[in-house]
């Protein structure tokens, strides 16, 4: 547990080290930059907007860090040679990708933690009352995140930097349109069962998905929270599995 701690703690300072920080900076500053002229647009409805747009942000920024970081975390070791380094000593491939994993789920945990406070703000800014909810939302976004980064490692384990990237993207877009798959396979004529079973093992990110609600100053309901979180956890310890077999019976050239 030590190693995954210590190769956990080296990723999340290589990852701040590339100023992927900056990009939630930015995303503050542009956020009550819109807040600032949607204002006097929106009719009344600036906040709702402001917690719609921003919390769909954090999801879409979140996933540009883990397409942008988490594809060439191994590849810049395997360039630089670092990882034989490590390996010839008594670290497990496991014990390395864990650790790999955890570092990146630190670094892009603190980044939607800066942008989600700055939707927080910014609706306190436009409605004049604090909206706690927004945070849970944020929560939720580290979650999906947490999933989309696993399978990020499952394709970094097999595949190229560049491969990886698109697979990644495609799995966000998909994991988001898992409900239209489903609903799709219930209207076709052939091929419906095997496309639903594919459906439940593609990640149904949409779970976490609490943004219109959020948005409307609802809360969602214990129970939807109680499963999205199981259900992530669940998904990313099976994810994990799967991209440590993979990673152990890699052959590095």
């Not at 990237?165 to 877009?173: D, Q, S």
């Not at 419906?192 to 809360?219: C, D, I, K």
């Amino acid at each position: 547990m030590n190693r995954v701690a210590a190769i956990a703690a080296n990723t999340f300072r290589e990852a701040l080290r590339q100023r992927v920080l900056y990009l939630s900076v930015g995303f503050m500053l542009f956020l009550f930059a819109a807040a600032h002229v949607l204002s006097p647009l929106a009719l009344g409805e600036g906040p709702r907007v402001v917690r719609d747009v921003g919390l769909s942000m954090v999801s879409l920024f979140g996933m540009i860090l883990v397409v942008m970081v988490g594809t060439s975390l191994l590849h810049k070791e395997l360039e630089r040679r670092s990882i034989f380094v490590l390996l010839s000593k008594p670290v497990g491939r496991s014990e390395y990708l864990l650790g790999k994993y955890a570092g990146l789920v630190a670094m892009l945990a603190l980044s939607a933690a800066l942008m989600t406070v700055a939707v927080f703000l910014a609706d306190r800014w436009m409605s004049r009352a604090w909206h706690p909810v927004i945070l849970l939302c944020g929560l939720a976004t580290v979650v999906e995140l947490m999933v989309l980064t696993s399978w990020t490692m499952v394709f970094s384990a097999v595949a190229s930097p560049l491969l990886a990237g698109v697979f990644t993207l495609g799995c966000y877009v998909i994991g988001n349109c898992v409900a239209d798959l489903r609903d799709l396979a219930a209207l076709m004529p052939a091929g419906g069962g095997v496309l639903t079973w594919v459906s439940y093992a593609l990640p149904n990110l949409y779970v976490f998905n609490f943004r219109a609600q959020v948005a409307a100053g609802q809360w969602p309901e214990a129970s939807q929270l109680g499963f999205a979180l199981m259900y992530g956890l669940l998904y990313c310890a099976l994810t994990l599995t799967v991209a440590t077999g993979l990673f152990r019976r890699r052959e590095f050239a």
